[in-house]
């Protein structure tokens, strides 16, 4: 995900300046901006002690999150105490990978690709009772989005996050976080369940977090980060990657980040949703039911009922999402009823009033 724009000038110029130097290097030698790449993360992302493995893509980082719950089960408890699966939520999206598919809470990604990889099963969103019920020796992690991206911009609340935080401790369980999506300053904060977790005066840290998507800024970077304590349980020999962490890879996901940083773009990403959603409260118009989400992840939940989508045979989403397209607005559906914005992180004023001016006369047409 463009997280600064689609051709950034920071982002070209240590494309330009890291691929005049050294492209790629084995992992089996130090790699100098692979190292900075992680203390960043670990000093200013996190905050946490910890280690951080690189890779590719969202998809491999949470097969790394998979990995971690299952070998640090096994090296803690033994093989034999079949201590394997693993919790997601209902809706979420967790990559396309055989591990991704079976983690993600949605049928339709499922379909067609029989036998899944065992050991995952899935409880309703906010549903703390069900989550309790689900877990029990056998479970080696909990998984979520702390905002369901794909499933439609939905918050994981705090009580959940306070239930699956007291079912580690009672069940000796990894935490594990995807970020993929919703980190990396989406929310206003380097880390997403921050943003979700301040209103509800809950405090709960994962072991494990997954990132991708933003933190490469639109280059194919993905990587986890693992609480010092659990790091060894994937040590060398028991996951690797050719490509993952390369000098150019590195080089641009930290120039991503120390832009970030220079330009005040979480604060940036803060203000401008408070422009968004006074704006978009002020218009009260009958396709919009809520706004979800936080920061600039921002889900506009459409009136499915209101007769403009009635008497068409396509999904809400879908429908005004073409629309835009046509009025010069680009964005993403989020399920059937959820259009979603992803505006990059340092969006301007000017952009945006440009945004919500074409989204406001598209829909006011639509609702007339
Ligand atoms: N996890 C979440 C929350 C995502 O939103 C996505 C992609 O949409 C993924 C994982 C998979 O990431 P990738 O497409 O980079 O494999």
Request: hydrophobic fraction near 40%; glycine fraction near 12%; include cysteine.
């Given at each position: 995900?463009?997280?600064?724009?689609?051709?950034?000038?920071?982002?070209?110029?240590?494309?330009?300046?890291?691929?005049?130097?050294?492209?790629?290097?084995?992992?089996?030698?130090?790699?100098?901006?692979?190292?900075l790449?992680a203390e960043f993360l670990v000093e200013k992302v996190i905050g946490r002690a910890g280690?951080v493995?690189?890779?590719?893509?969202?998809?491999?980082?949470?097969?790394?999150?998979?990995?971690?719950?299952?070998?640090?089960?096994?090296?803690?408890?033994?093989?034999?105490?079949?201590?394997?699966?693993?919790?997601?939520?209902?809706?979420?999206?967790?990559?396309?990978?055989?591990?991704?598919?079976?983690?993600?809470?949605?049928?339709?990604?499922?379909?067609?690709?029989?036998?899944?990889?065992?050991?995952?099963?899935?409880?309703?969103?906010?549903?703390?009772?069900?989550?309790?019920?689900?877990?029990?020796?056998?479970?080696?992690?909990?998984?979520?989005?702390?905002?369901?991206?794909?499933?439609?911009?939905?918050?994981?609340?705090?009580?959940?996050?306070?239930?699956?935080?007291?079912?580690?401790?009672?069940?000796?369980?990894?935490?594990?976080?995807?970020?993929?999506?919703?980190?990396?300053?989406?929310?206003?904060?380097w880390?997403?369940?921050?943003?979700?977790?301040?209103?509800?005066?809950?405090?709960?840290?994962?072991?494990?977090?997954?990132?991708?998507?933003?933190?490469?800024?639109?280059?194919?970077?993905?990587?986890?980060?693992?609480?010092?304590?659990?790091?060894?349980?994937?040590?060398?020999?028991?996951?690797?990657?050719?490509?993952?962490?390369?000098?150019?890879?590195?080089?641009?996901?930290?120039?991503?980040?120390?832009?970030?940083?220079?330009?005040?773009?979480?604060?940036?990403?803060?203000?401008?949703?408070?422009?968004?959603?006074?704006?978009?409260?002020?218009?009260?118009?009958?396709?919009?039911?809520?706004?979800?989400?936080?920061?600039?992840?921002?889900?506009?939940?459409?009136?499915?009922?209101?007769?403009?989508?009635?008497?068409?045979?396509?999904?809400?989403?879908?429908?005004?999402?073409?629309?835009?397209?046509?009025?010069?607005?680009?964005?993403?559906?989020?399920?059937?009823?959820?259009?979603?914005?992803?505006?990059?992180?340092?969006?301007?004023?000017?952009?945006?009033?440009?945004?919500?001016?074409?989204?406001?006369?598209?829909?006011?047409?639509?609702?007339?």
């Amino acid at each position: 995900m463009c997280s600064l724009g689609h051709c950034p000038e920071v982002l070209r110029k240590a494309l330009v300046e890291q691929g005049g130097k050294l492209i790629h290097c084995s992992n089996l030698y130090h790699i100098r901006e692979q190292a900075l790449l992680a203390e960043f993360l670990v000093e200013k992302v996190i905050g946490r002690a910890g280690k951080v493995f690189f890779c590719n893509s969202g998809a491999e980082a949470n097969e790394g999150l998979i990995k971690l719950a299952r070998k640090c089960a096994c090296d803690r408890f033994g093989g034999e105490a079949k201590k394997n699966r693993i919790i997601t939520i209902d809706g979420s999206f967790h990559g396309r990978t055989l591990g991704g598919i079976a983690a993600t809470g949605q049928e339709k990604v499922k379909m067609g690709f029989d036998p899944l990889l065992p050991g995952f099963s899935h409880v309703p969103l906010n549903d703390c009772e069900s989550l309790e019920q689900a877990v029990d020796e056998s479970t080696a992690g909990i998984l979520f989005e702390p905002i369901q991206g794909e499933g439609g911009i939905h918050l994981v609340t705090p009580e959940f996050f306070r239930v699956a935080a007291q079912l580690r401790e009672k069940y000796d369980l990894l935490l594990l976080f995807d970020e993929i999506q919703c980190g990396i300053g989406r929310t206003g904060d380097w880390c997403g369940w921050r943003t979700v977790l301040r209103d509800g005066g809950v405090e709960v840290e994962p072991d494990a977090v997954s990132w991708a998507k933003g933190l490469g800024g639109g280059f194919p970077v993905g990587a986890f980060w693992v609480a010092d304590e659990f790091q060894a349980h994937l040590g060398p020999g028991t996951h690797g990657s050719t490509f993952g962490g390369s000098p150019l890879g590195s080089v641009v996901s930290l120039a991503v980040l120390n832009e970030i940083e220079r330009s005040g773009a979480l604060k940036n990403v803060r203000r401008q949703e408070q422009r968004i959603r006074n704006t978009v409260a002020s218009w009260k118009s009958p396709l919009i039911r809520s706004l979800r989400g936080r920061g600039l992840m921002l889900g506009f939940e459409l009136d499915e009922s209101h007769s403009y989508f009635r008497n068409q045979d396509s999904a809400p989403s879908l429908i005004l999402v073409r629309e835009l397209m046509e009025a010069g607005l680009l964005t993403v559906p989020a399920g059937q009823q959820v259009l979603r914005w992803l505006p990059r992180l340092n969006v301007t004023d000017e952009e945006v009033d440009e945004a919500l001016n074409i989204f406001q006369k598209t829909i006011q047409r639509a609702a007339a």
